[in-house]
């Protein structure tokens, strides 16, 4: 599926060019979207079809086309501190995704079937979380991947703010899947598409992760981040001021096309609504600026950009603190 967006060059353009057609349409979906090159998630010998609008499949190996990605991150409404399940979870490119939006209070599970892919998921969270600079730039509500059928989901699991199933669902198995959400939760799924596979013969209930309680000396670290996070903000309007010039907008097509995707709110247990957005319902709003953003726009065009400044890690590498503490405050994270 997909292929009615424009492909990009790089990441960033191909969120332009989703942007445009309206596929996403707020700030959170369009920064989320933007802090994870979806190439990352590709393997290396197919990554220049990775900025297309396209499904790419190899393998096990399963990626949906990235209209769809942002048509399923606007319907499931997300926000900081939610729980959120991941059903048919692949590459893990989507819950990446949504943890930069649960922020560190938040829950992130993923169920897929096939082990291989679990792996591959691991890694890429691996590498996202050692090298990327948008591990800083939020505060990410990592990920738990387990492998096994997600119809097969144990019944003493917790219930979720939030579901999502990537693989196709049956119109049996409807009253399943909003079993696992919580009162006032969200759904989406794609209804009455190929079904979820199963693996005959291999029948075993799914134990999700329990919910984690997090260690004093963690919460100081994510406040202590946070924190800094104030200075460097409030450093940067003091010496940019409010003015500060925003990358350029596009015009937008009205080009959205339809998809059988359901989106479920469970109120006092009962269905109270199932439609994904409609398009007139623009929320867009300006581009999101960050500090990383304002330092690259504000500077006089230059024909070898420089890369973009990890303010947080100079910030934390500046401070009067023991090596140790240093290391720890940033994760041990190499860049
Ligand atoms: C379209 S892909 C979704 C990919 C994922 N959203 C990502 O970010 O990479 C669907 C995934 O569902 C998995 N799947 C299919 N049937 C399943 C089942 N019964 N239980 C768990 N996972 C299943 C497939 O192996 C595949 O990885």
């Not at 499949?57 to 409404?77: F, Q, R, T, W």
Request: hydrophobic residues 35%.
């Amino acid at each position: 599926m997909g292929g009615a967006v424009s492909a990009g060059e790089d990441n960033d353009e191909l969120i332009d060019h989703l942007k445009e057609a309206q596929y996403i349409r707020s700030e959170l979906v369009e920064a989320a979207f933007r802090a994870i090159d979806r190439a990352d998630y590709y393997l290396e010998e197919f990554k220049e079809n990775a900025y297309k609008d396209l499904a790419w499949k190899h393998g096990n190996i399963h990626l949906s086309a990235p209209c769809i990605y942002s048509e399923v991150m606007e319907a499931l409404d997300l926000q900081p501190g939610l729980s959120f399940l991941n059903l048919g979870s692949g590459t893990g490119y989507l819950s990446s995704m949504v943890g930069l939006i649960l922020g560190p209070f938040g829950v992130n599970h993923g169920v897929e079937l096939h082990s291989d892919v679990t792996e591959y998921a691991k890694q890429k969270l691996d590498f996202f979380i050692r090298t990327s600079d948008s591990f800083d730039k939020f505060d990410f509500c990592e990920p738990s991947f387990v492998t096994g059928n997600c119809l097969e989901i144990s019944p003493g699991c917790s219930q979720y703010d939030r579901v999502y199933c990537g693989a196709g669902v049956q119109k049996q198995h409807e009253g399943y899947m909003k079993s696992l959400l919580k009162v006032g939760g969200v759904l989406v799924m794609p209804l009455e598409e190929k079904p979820c596979q199963s693996e005959s013969g291999k029948s075993r209930l799914v134990q999700l992760p329990p919910p984690a309680v997090r260690s004093l000396q963690d919460l100081a670290r994510i406040a202590i981040r946070g924190t800094i996070k104030k200075v460097i903000h409030q450093e940067a309007v003091n010496k940019h001021g409010n003015g500060l010039q925003t990358a350029p907008s596009f015009n937008r097509r009205r080009a959205r096309r339809r998809r059988r995707m359901e989106t479920i709110v469970c109120l006092d247990k009962e269905v109270f609504a199932s439609r994904i957005s409609s398009p007139s319902d623009d929320t867009s709003c300006g581009d999101l600026e960050d500090e990383w953003q304002d330092e690259e726009v504000t500077s006089p065009p230059d024909p070898k950009p420089e890369p973009p400044v990890n303010f947080l890690r100079e910030k934390v590498l500046s401070l009067p603190l023991p090596d140790p503490l240093k290391c720890y405050l940033l994760y041990y994270r190499e860049k």
